[in-house]
């Protein structure tokens, strides 16, 4: 009678990468749409209806309208305000600005930088356009930032880009060894599941790898508060202490593995106590772990960015699979190497290839073979794919900032808050010829900048796919229209795409992007997966709805996923075989001295995310911990004459920006923390970014946001 209908629909959190299932309700009346109720999928395998904060907040934060970009909107000159225009007219301008750039420049005078939020299918669509149709590798995402070290460990390892392990291993491990990861906070569910386990079986270990004493640090059995970036060492010295005591699994590395002896030659310097001096702990301590870790029926590893976030991030991870391929902790139920996704669809958007050094379905943007086999399945003629990898996040600033680079289109994410040094890519930024900034909000430091602002749809509002952490594939669904003009970024890409091929595409050519929603650009993806690793030829969408999300591989005439893979002791190197690499340890990328002589590490709160635009602002995120802050120490700011809620100025070589002292135990002495969130919305000197630095794994490309050297004054 009141003409209000109810619907549920089910659908994927839009948050970290445990990837949480959630059922949304929402009501449809004469004044509109809105979401009224989100609640745990009780039948979704990540979480069986479980949420942390941020999951049981998803209703408010989606409904809430502040801050929503509503209206397509542009300016022809820097100087001038942006005034809103249509749809039509915006789309056209970046067409337009785009294809004459590269009329102009060449192809590789434009990139593109997304993000892991975006869906599998936005991903898909940005990648072909970008490498399909430009035919730029510059094509990069702010899972560059996250996973990006995983990855290039993973496929240096094992052979290929996915973790071995499953969700279910958490409940089997009998060790658990957290490294670089506050798990507690920043993979709340699945850390539920780790405590229950615990409760279950009291013999299950918990070891905790951290310079900070984090609530998942405080919860261990014994907790490794390692100096800052001495991963490497205590990895090195935990394997060295194994072989020594013959704890390694001679007929698993002899089998299945290539590179032990080289290996080994490295690890004769990582003696316990030389690797426990490095480490500045207790050696008896570092043996202790390596003990649990080897003995143990079964150990699993769990590592996040404290790993990822670094000049050595590679080899932390490396370091970390070797004691897992040298002990045969691999491919058996809870046991194996689990990196965490930071975000909710880093994975998803590998998958297709949205990075700047890979092509879609895991190919290898070098190989000629690869690429050949994509121009043919995606139409292409010869040649017109990319054969160098692009510009990886910190590269692609740098060059739009000394003109190599002449246009940039930023989608679904902050660039100016999330990426070391904030002054450089502001820098890149206003140097720019052309920035279009596609995002659900207006007030991110990064849209100030953009020429063209294109109103994006955000959760709640847009239908396609995720891969979480544990490679399985769930549905995102809409509940509700976009509000105003905005429309969903498949949308917008295809849009601009269809326009620029109009001005780029090749005659004769077949049309590339011809896609009518998400199902179809799904479909689309299915076959290029066919007979590579992350073959999910038998998963379509329709299976997905049917059936509940799914893990990958899962190939044509399979009924059910693989949970683990690498059981049978076949790697996904061209002779089947794991490979050590030497991992000497090396110290990180910036020293302190005299001048700046504390080590700064930044993490995440529990009850935010990214750069707040959506968990920043309901009042009830705040309660856990309601303003920015620098925590020490008491005895370093005993030392400094500083005291508790003091504003401070922490300075580096980069930049300075001004917090209240928050006195910790949390750090011990030498090291301060500062949270990454907080970004210029909340500070006017801007998020901690301005002080972080860039420089950057080799391997990986990952900047080392998790170290910098710093000295704190009174403000
Ligand atoms: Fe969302 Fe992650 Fe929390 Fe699950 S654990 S509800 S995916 S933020």
Redesign the pocket.
């Known amino acids: 009678g009141s003409g209000i209908r109810r619907t549920r629909t089910r659908s994927t959190?839009c948050?970290?990468g445990?990837?949480?299932g959630v059922v949304i309700e929402a009501e449809h009346g004469p004044a509109g749409s809105r979401i009224v109720g989100v609640e745990g999928d009780p039948d979704h395998p990540a979480?069986f209806g479980r949420?942390?904060s941020?999951?049981h907040r998803l209703a408010e934060t989606a409904r809430s309208d502040a801050g929503r970009a509503l209206q397509p909107e542009l300016r022809h000159q820097r100087h001038e305000a942006r005034r809103a225009v249509d749809w039509g007219i915006a789309l056209d301008t970046v067409a337009h600005r785009l294809s004459t750039i590269i009329a102009e420049h060449g192809r590789d005078s434009v990139g593109f930088y997304l993000s892991g939020q975006l869906l599998t299918e936005d991903y898909y669509v940005f990648n072909k356009l970008a490498k399909g149709l430009v035919g730029t590798a510059n094509v990069d995402t702010n899972s560059r930032l996250c996973m990006s070290s995983a990855v290039s460990a993973y496929k240096l390892a094992l052979g290929a880009d996915g973790p071995p392990t499953c969700y279910e291993d958490l409940e089997l491990a009998k060790t658990v060894l957290f490294a670089g990861s506050n798990a507690a906070h920043a993979?709340?569910?699945l850390f539920r599941r780790l405590e229950a386990a615990r409760e279950c079986d009291p013999s299950v270990r918990w070891i905790v790898v951290d310079p900070r004493r984090t609530d998942t640090a405080a919860m261990a059995d014994l907790h490794l508060a390692v100096q800052p970036g001495t991963d490497v060492a205590l990895f090195n010295g935990m394997l060295h202490h194994l072989i020594w005591e013959d704890r390694i699994d001679r007929s698993f590395i002899a089998t299945h593995t290539a590179g032990f002896d080289a290996l080994k030659d490295v690890l004769r310097d990582y003696a316990p106590r030389t690797a426990a001096e490095i480490c500045g702990i207790p050696v008896a301590d570092l043996v202790e772990a390596a003990e649990w870790f080897g003995r143990s029926p079964a150990s699993l590893s769990l590592y996040c960015m404290g790993l990822n976030q670094s000049v050595h991030g590679t080899d932390k991870n490396l370091a970390l699979i070797h004691l897992h391929l040298a002990t045969g902790q691999i491919g058996r139920p809870g046991a194996g190497p689990f990196s965490l996704t930071g975000q909710?669809n880093a994975m998803g958007g590998r998958e297709v290839g949205g990075l700047a050094t890979m092509l879609a379905a895991h190919r290898d943007i070098t190989n000629d073979g690869d690429r050949a086999e994509l121009e043919r399945l995606w139409g292409l003629p010869s040649g017109r794919l990319p054969s160098k990898p692009g510009l990886p996040a910190v590269a692609m600033f740098d060059a739009l900032r000394d003109g190599r680079l002449k246009a940039v289109w930023i989608a679904c994410t902050n660039p100016v808050h999330s990426l070391p040094d904030n002054a450089r890519v502001r820098d890149a930024l206003a140097r720019a010829e052309f920035v279009v900034v596609q995002d659900a909000f207006v007030d991110t430091d990064t849209v100030p900048f953009a020429d063209v602002l294109l109103p994006a749809a955000s959760w709640g509002e847009k239908d396609g796919t995720v891969t979480n952490s544990e490679r399985r594939i769930s549905r995102v669904r809409a509940a509700v229209p976009p509000p105003g003009q905005a429309r969903t970024d498949l949308w917008i890409a295809c849009e601009v795409a269809r326009r620029m091929e109009a001005r780029l595409g090749v005659a004769g050519q077949p049309a590339l992007f011809n896609l009518a929603g998400p199902a179809a650009v799904y479909d689309e993806h299915v076959k290029l997966t066919v007979g590579r690793d992350l073959d999910i030829g038998g998963l379509d969408h329709a299976r997905l709805d049917a059936d509940g999300p799914q893990q990958w591989p899962f190939p044509a005439g399979a009924t059910t996923g693989a949970s683990r893979r690498y059981g049978d002791g076949r790697f996904e190197t061209a002779d089947g075989r794991a490979r050590f690499h030497p991992t000497p340890w090396r110290p990180p990328a910036e020293p302190t001295n005299a001048q700046y002589p504390l080590r700064l590490l930044t993490g995440r709160l529990r009850d935010q995310w990214h750069g707040m635009s959506r968990t920043g602002r309901l009042p009830e995120l705040f309660a856990h911990s309601p303003r920015p802050a620098l925590r020490m120490c008491p005895a370093d700011a005993a030392r400094r004459g500083l005291s508790g809620g003091m504003l401070v100025q922490v300075e580096s070589r980069r930049g300075r920006l001004v917090l209240p002292l928050e006195l910790s135990d949390e750090v011990s002495s030498g090291t301060v923390f500062a949270a990454m969130h907080w970004s210029g919305q909340h500070l006017s000197s801007g998020g901690i970014n301005v002080v972080c630095q860039p420089a950057v794994d080799a391997r990986s490309q990952q900047p080392e946001l998790k170290h910098a050297a710093v000295r704190v004054q009174p403000a």
């Open positions: 959190c948050y970290c445990v990837g949480c979480n949420l942390c941020k999951g993979h709340p569910v909710p």
